[in-house]
């Protein structure tokens, strides 16, 4: 009877660290997310960047990136695009850690429109926990001319901590 009482502790123990791992994961996610604020107006016509990043309309699962979108990764070092064009820069991430992509350069010229996350597994890992994915940061390029958008996978917990990793993309913007 003994030796049933412990097993069932020890599964009970098992359990309770599954429920935790799971909650951690969940809370991870939720802090990866961001709202869309609305878009402000100068009063002139001209819509004017958001100060946060916008935002996410999903976690996980594939998804396709709207069709007039041009699709970059963190090989791109130029991108060109005409006023009112989206493109979209694929980058590897992994939610499961406290790091973050973040637009590091003022947005004048262009506007992070979408966020998504892709954790859609592969053939190979099935049901695996802590693999990484892909964060699709969408832009839409709202004035013509030029500027370095810098991109930084961040800490999420402190500001002031360096960035794991950091990537400057020459953008020209056209009429």
């Known amino acids: 009877m003994r030796q049933l009482g412990l097993k069932l502790s020890h599964r009970a ?4 660290t ?4 799971l909650v951690a994961v969940s809370c991870t996610r939720a802090a990866n997310q961001d709202s869309v604020p609305p878009s402000k107006s100068d009063g002139g016509g001209a819509s004017v960047a958001p100060s ?4 996410d309309s999903g976690t996980s699962g594939a998804r396709a990136v709207a069709p007039d979108a041009k699709t970059y990764d963190d090989s791109t070092r130029a991108i060109e695009a ?5 493109f979209t820069i694929n980058l590897p ?23 998504h996350y892709d954790d859609t597994a592969s053939a190979k890992c099935d049901g695996c ?18 500027l370095t958008l810098v991109l930084r996978y961040a ?3 402190s500001k002031s901590d360096p960035a794991e990793r950091e990537l400057s993309i020459q953008v020209t913007i056209s009429k």
């Not at 123990?13 to 309770?16: D, E, G, L, Q, T």
């Not at 005409?82 to 989206?86: E, T």
């Open 52 to 55: 946060v990043l916008a935002a």
């Open 18 to 21: 599954g429920i935790l791992v």
């Open 129 to 146: 926990v802590g693999r990484s994915g892909t964060d699709r940061l969408t832009f839409e390029a709202k004035h013509d001319g030029t």
């Open 13 to 16: 123990a098992v359990v309770a």
């Open 82 to 86: 005409k006023v009112g064009d989206r």
């Open 93 to 115: 991430a992994n939610i499961t850690t406290p790091y973050k992509w973040v637009v590091a350069s003022p947005e004048t010229l262009v506007v992070l429109a979408e966020r």
């Open 155 to 157: 800490p999420l917990r």
